[in-house]
């Protein structure tokens, strides 16, 4: 079992930055591909970035290519995702999801595909 916490939400204005965090217990954290989902309200969760397990291999949504950055510390048995140019579309509550992995190098883009889901943080953004 992989317990998982998120923090970092909170209310920013367009254009500015949140730097959101989460932090895992319960099972070797370098073993597990890492994920960050979204869900705006009246909408389905959709797939933000992923991380492998040693954090060699990344891949973004293109809405958030170029705006945010996925990394982990496995030392600290956390993933962050640093979200800069904030935009009024980017609001939703922010998951991060685990899933044991199948080789080092492997990113998981489908929610399904995760076994693990912290409880989310909100984002808003106001324009």
């Known amino acids: 079992q992989v317990h998982l916490v998120e923090s970092g939400g909170g209310l920013v204005q367009a254009g500015g930055s949140l730097r959101l965090s989460c932090a895992a217990a319960?099972?070797?954290?370098?073993?597990?591909?890492m994920g960050w989902f979204r869900q705006a309200p009246g909408k389905e969760r959709e797939f933000v970035a992923a991380i492998s397990s040693s954090g060699g291999r990344i891949f973004y949504a293109d809405s958030v290519k170029g705006r945010f950055t996925i990394s982990r510390d496995n030392a600290k048995s956390t993933v962050y995702l640093q979200m800069n140019s904030l935009k009024p579309e980017d609001t939703a509550v922010y998951y991060c999801?685990?899933?044991?992995?199948?080789?080092?190098?492997?990113?998981?883009?489908?929610?399904?595909?995760?076994?693990?889901w912290g409880q989310g943080t909100q984002v808003t953004v106001s324009s």
């Open positions: 999801a685990a899933v044991q992995r199948t080789s080092s190098g492997s990113v998981y883009l489908g929610s399904y595909e995760y076994d693990y």
């Open positions: 319960g099972r070797t954290f370098s073993n597990y591909a």
